[in-house]
C-alpha cells in the first residue's frame, strides 16, 4: 500500500521540478509595464514595421524612454536593442530587417530606427520595456514615463505580392482582453 503512494509522490516531485523552471520563464515578463508581441519574422523576402505613437494624454509624460528588444525564437538576440525616447504628440517607426536590405535603410529612410539581423528566416517575439526604473511615478510635470500608455502597431510585410498581417501588442494602450459578456458557455468560432 506504501509503494503506490511512494511512485505517486515521486512522480508529483518531478513533474514539478520540469514544470516550475517553465512557470517561471511564462510569468517573467508582465503587461502592467512591459508591453510585448508574440510575432515577428525577417528573411530575404519578408520584415516587419513598427509603429509607436504618442498621444499627449494629460496622464502621461512628455517624452517616454522605451527599449525594443527583438528575441528569435530560440531566445537569441536578432540584433541590438533600440532605446530611444518618444516626446506628445510624435510617432516613431521601427523596422526589422535583413542585411542589406535593397530599400530599407538608414541612408533611404533617416527618419526611422532601425534593428538589422541576417537574411535567413528568423522569427520570434518582442520585448518593450521603459527606461524609466518605476514608470508608476508621477513626474514634476504630472505625468508617469509608463510606456503601456503609448500606441503600438505594426505588421509583418511579405515583399514579392505586397501582402501581409497584422501584428498583436499586448499591454499597450489598446490591450487585448475578452468582452465581459464572454463566460464558459460562450462558443468559441474562428478558423481553428
Known amino acids: ?39 515577428w519574422q525577417s528573411d530575404s523576402g519578408s520584415y516587419s514595421f513598427i509603429a509607436v505613437s504618442h498621444s499627449s494624454l494629460s496622464s502621461i509624460a512628455s517624452q517616454v524612454g522605451l527599449v525594443i528588444n527583438v528575441i528569435q525564437n530560440d531566445n537569441a538576440t536578432f540584433a541590438t536593442a533600440t532605446t530611444f525616447t518618444i516626446s506628445a504628440g510624435s510617432t516613431e ?41 518605476d514608470p508608476t511615478i508621477v513626474t514634476s510635470t504630472g505625468g508617469r514615463r509608463d510606456i503601456t500608455m503609448l500606441n503600438f502597431w505594426g505588421g509583418v510585410v511579405i515583399e514579392n505580392n505586397v501582402s501581409g498581417f497584422a501584428m498583436e501588442f499586448v499591454g499597450d494602450m489598446h490591450d487585448s482582453s475578452a468582452t465581459p459578456g464572454m463566460d464558459d458557455s460562450a462558443a468559441v468560432s474562428g478558423v481553428n
Open 93 to 133: 517607426r521601427i523596422f526589422i530587417v535583413r542585411t542589406n536590405h535593397p530599400t530599407l535603410s538608414a541612408a533611404t529612410i533617416p527618419s526611422a530606427r532601425f534593428l538589422v539581423g541576417t537574411t535567413s528566416f528568423k522569427h520570434g517575439g518582442l520585448r518593450i520595456e521603459p527606461v524609466a526604473t
Open 1 to 39: 500500500m506504501k509503494s503506490p503512494k511512494l511512485v505517486l509522490l515521486a512522480m508529483f516531485c518531478l513533474i514539478d521540478t520540469f514544470w516550475s523552471s517553465h512557470l517561471d520563464f511564462a510569468w517573467g515578463i508582465e503587461n502592467k509595464s512591459r508591453v510585448i508581441s508574440p510575432y
